[in-house]
């Protein structure tokens, strides 16, 4: 398996040197600046609500008077070149600083402030913190990743103070400059691992039968709050048909999201006719394609249990490798097909609302995570620099009208001044160093995600970890980590959980529920979804957490029990009913949830006199 993934690369990388004429064409083009702009102003907006949102849990998570010190989270997370200024420094004040620090950034790099300095201050800060402790992380990586790129990118050349500075000092230079369209496309090949290399992982028997929204929806750490008192009755009457629905247009969706990016390129040539290829390039490039459609029925054999072989993910993978290795055998087929269906199904249109809804579902309806909230926000991606433009006009001008008095909102005399969304796009072009530079770059950084997304055999082999050792470095110190394996292969259907006791001389138990905040917080929604996480995990694996844990609830509450105190940590497990149990007999699907709940001790240690 590690031979057919790195041959894969190798091919690609073929491939890419084949076409690279027509590469550069794609790759170094300049674009309207809006764009990432508004998803400039998205991130560092959702971002600045996930470090609030953090706000109770930060002694815990990142001082030395929390869950470990600086020296225990190096030797746990460090590993040799991670990096955080939370190793060398943890007092609750400097904690404290730190994060005014990077919120006082990430609202400069928000508004558009000294752009150039704060999107990097607010990534290295942003670093520092998943770096120091990773029993809350789940999600993080899409921060960190997409972060990276927009520091790559010119994002502060529209809707933001730098432009307007800029604007306002030299009047007679042109409303907006160009920008380099490579680090946008970066990002969408960056969906390609938030979303398809995610679906492909999800081979299951719950995916399959449809299972995965209803199990999510009854989860106590993941259900809405909207509905606690009705949850079941609600999933008794919907588990079995829409939820199914959902769970396989959800998974499909995710799986066939490459023919987005088809779409990218498809307009892309549309609008700059794109360089062919010679007669003998030609037939070097379709033979490299055979290859690598044969690799990838190969790996798609190797990765997936025979078992799974016929559930989506296996299906499409091998499906997709044939389409590429007869690819221009087919060239008269694909021709046959009315080019309206070909554009609708490859369109932006399709795939933004569909990115937009899977996103805004994950982040209104399921308790997961504001990095939800930015997976919605990367439909932006799809949408012209020109067409934000016209939006922005159109509710500039609903504005000024419904602010204006009324006898004036009618005359077209009066009509606001609007920009031109088509207004002028300065353009300049990059020296053939930096063109090189950056290529370089995108080549390295491609091959070092795709080599942490492919599978290798259970015990990788020395070549593979010597030839990805530099790669990972590389990710380490540019998009923190890439992990997208998200309720896969399958979810849970266990609920699992942890209580925390103080034990008194006498025997007694003091219940300090998870212990993870102080009791007065414990209803608060600040922080629900970290705390749900780490709640999770010491009730589950987290065996050096859980000694950790006891040791902080030692030193926070221990006082709180005269004589000798003992911390004992409890794991609690319950089993959910499957959905056609519920909706044949709710009565009794619940009884035997109830009683499925387990506890048992799972830690205990005596704290240490005062």
Known sequence: MDIAAWTLIALLVTLWVVHRTWLRAVWFRLEDPRT?????????????????DLAPLYDYLFSDAGLMTGEEARARFG???????????????????????????????????????????????LHGLVTRNAIYLGGEQVFTSFLFYLCL?????????????????????????????WPRMLMLL?????????????????WRRGDMVYYLFNHPHFGPNLLP??????????????????????HGFEVLFPLALVGVVLRVAATSPL?????????????????LGSNIVVLATLRFPPQTRGHLPFVAVVFAGVLIAIGPALLGVARRIPPRLLAFATGRLLWGTLLFVFGFQLFVVFEIGWFTGLTMSTAILFVDGKEIGRVMAWARGVGVRALAPRGLRAGPQEAPQQVDASEPVASSSDSPFRRRAVAVLCGLHIIAVAAAQLPGDKVMPAWRKTIEQPLDLWLDWTTGFQVWRMFAPNGSRHIFDVEAVLVDTAGREHSLGPGIVDPELRSSAWGRDKREKIRRRLGGRGQRYRVWHAQWLCRRFAHTVPGDVAVRIYAIRMTMPAPQQLSDDI????????????????????????
Not at 36 to 52: E, K, N, P
Not at 95 to 124: D, E, N, Q
Not at 157 to 167: S, T, V
Not at 275 to 291: D, Q, T
């Open 190 to 206: 960056q969906l390609l691992a938030v979303l398809c290399v995610n679906g492909l992982a999800k081979y299951g028997d719950m």
């Open 79 to 125: 590993r040799g070149q991670r990096w955080s200024l939370l190793y060398e420094y943890g007092s609750p004040t400097f904690v404290r600083g730190y994060v005014w620090v990077m919120g006082a950034a990430c609202l400069a790099f928000t508004v558009g402030l000294a752009t150039p300095v704060t999107k990097w201050i607010t990534l290295a800060l």
């Open 153 to 181: 990118s010119r994002c502060g050349e529209a809707y933001g103070f730098d432009a307007w500075r800029r604007r306002r000092r030299s009047p007679q230079t042109l409303a907006l400059r160009a920008i380099p369209a």
């Open 229 to 250: 008192s009705t949850r079941w009755e609600v999933s008794a009457l919907l588990g079995t048909n829409l939820f199914r629905w959902m769970t396989w247009v959800g």
């Open 36 to 52: 990432v702009a508004v998803f400039r102003i998205a991130t560092g907006s959702l971002l600045l609500a996930w470090l609030v």
């Open 587 to 610: 009565a009794s699907a619940l009884q035997q949830h109830d009683a499925s709940l387990r506890r048992w001790v799972k830690y205990e240690v005596s704290c240490p006199s005062p």
């Open 275 to 291: 360089p062919k290829l010679s007669g003998g390039a030609r037939w070097v490039s379709r033979g490299i394609r055979v290859m």
